[in-house]
């Protein structure tokens, strides 16, 4: 078993990660008492393999919430608040998320708050959750229309990574997590990028030793950084708009844009955006170009679609101190924070990626 160390918790992972929690849970002084927090598919696909390998939790009470980012939603939380408070819970209560990213952001929020907090444990059910979402103790619902725009740092007890879970998870949100993998190479380690670039991804045996890989950055650069004043910036490359799109995504012009999908699209316009402020070379961006367009569909945007886009950016919560600041690559592995971009830049940026995805062939469309 491999252990990280990420800020103030620690990622367990491999053959007997679960095995770790099974401990963890009968070592303490008097019996855990627990709730498992899940969504409809993953209490259904994921729960007894759970059970199986931690059987302290067979008394455990279950939670379902419905899959899907409309459950981190306040109505959602008040639910299980009142859940919590009906079933007794106290401050002795663990409540072990079941789940991906929707299931651990909206469970470590509502332990977080629950009688001003509750021992929280993450067991990520996604690709997404295994590499990024579990790690780093950021929990969040979203609130008027914006994401993350209520929460709080507050990290789980653990995070354990049990990448058996991964059998049933659908292509599509399979590259919904690869896009955060080549992010971590891009932004830390050109090997990783490399290694993520040529591994077979529908070959399940070749996913655990890169998800370690991206689990060990992700936990590096949280660890250097904790509460994101400084170097966990560089987790945002693909994001400033990467984000945007996704809202924009949401807002209904064609089909919506998974966090993943959207953020390799931001990672096109972010590698341009590199070059042409004069920090990457031409052959380096050409390259991550080349790999993402392979590996997601398009998505078409119109000549003027990008005033709204950048209207989206301009409401991000992480951008409204003025203009924009974004995080570029200076080589492949090695990126550079808070560099300051106008709103024409990044149009053009989105103009470049536009000119792009007429051009993918529409094999993409069926393979998503
Ligand atoms: N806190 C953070 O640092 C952080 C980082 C990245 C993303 N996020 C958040 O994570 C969320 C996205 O996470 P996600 O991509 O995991 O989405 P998700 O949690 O919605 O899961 C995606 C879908 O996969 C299903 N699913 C989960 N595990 C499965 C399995 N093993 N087999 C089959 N189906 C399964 C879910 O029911 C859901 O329908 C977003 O809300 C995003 O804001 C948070």
Not at 16 to 38: K, M, N, V
Not at 251 to 268: D, K, N, S, Y
Request: glycine share 8%; with cysteine; net charge negative.
């Amino acid at each position: 078993m491999e252990e990280q160390q990420a800020g103030e918790h620690t990622v367990y992972l491999g053959e007997c990660a679960l095995s770790r929690l099974e401990t963890l849970l009968t070592d303490q002084q008097r019996p855990a008492r627990a709730f498992i927090l899940g969504d409809e598919r993953t209490l259904e696909l994921c729960l007894d393999e759970l059970l199986a390998h931690v059987p302290v939790l067979g008394n455990a009470l279950t939670i379902e919430v419905r899959s899907g980012e409309k459950s981190k939603d306040i109505t959602v939380c008040r639910a299980l608040w009142t859940h919590l408070a009906e079933h007794a819970a106290d401050r002795d209560t663990w409540l072990i998320c079941l789940g991906g990213g929707v299931v651990t952001d909206l469970g470590g929020f509502v332990a977080a708050t629950y009688m001003r907090g509750i021992r929280c444990v993450h067991v990520p059910t996604t690709l997404m959750g295994m590499v990024d979402a579990a790690i780093g103790g950021k929990t969040a619902i979203d609130m008027a229309g914006v994401k993350n725009l209520v929460g709080l740092f507050a990290p789980p007890v653990g995070t354990f990574v049990h990448t058996g879970f991964l059998r049933t998870l659908g292509k599509r949100e399979l590259l919904n997590g690869v896009a955060e993998m080549i992010k971590h190479g891009l932004v830390r380690d050109a090997a990783h990028w490399h290694a993520v670039r040529r591994a077979p991804l529908h070959d399940l045996r070749a996913l655990p030793a890169l998800i370690a890989r991206s689990a060990a950055i992700k936990a590096a650069v949280v660890t250097e950084d904790p509460r994101e004043s400084g170097p966990r910036k560089l987790l945002n490359f693909g994001h400033t708009i990467g984000h945007a799109l996704e809202a924009f995504a949401l807002e209904g012009a064609q089909r919506p844009l998974l966090h993943g999908e959207a953020v390799a699209i931001g990672m096109i316009c972010e590698s341009w955006l590199s070059w042409r402020l004069g920090h990457l070379d031409r052959e380096k961006m050409d390259a991550i170009q080349e790999h993402l367009l392979g590996l997601y569909p398009p998505f078409l945007l119109t000549p003027t679609d990008h005033h709204r886009v950048i209207e989206l950016m301009r409401n991000d919560k992480k951008n409204r101190e003025g203009g924009f600041r974004f995080t570029l690559l200076s080589d492949i592995g090695q990126a550079l924070i808070d560099i300051p971009v106008t709103a024409a830049q990044a149009a053009d940026a989105l103009d470049h990626y536009r000119l792009l995805a007429i051009d993918v062939p529409p094999r993409h469309h069926q393979e998503a």
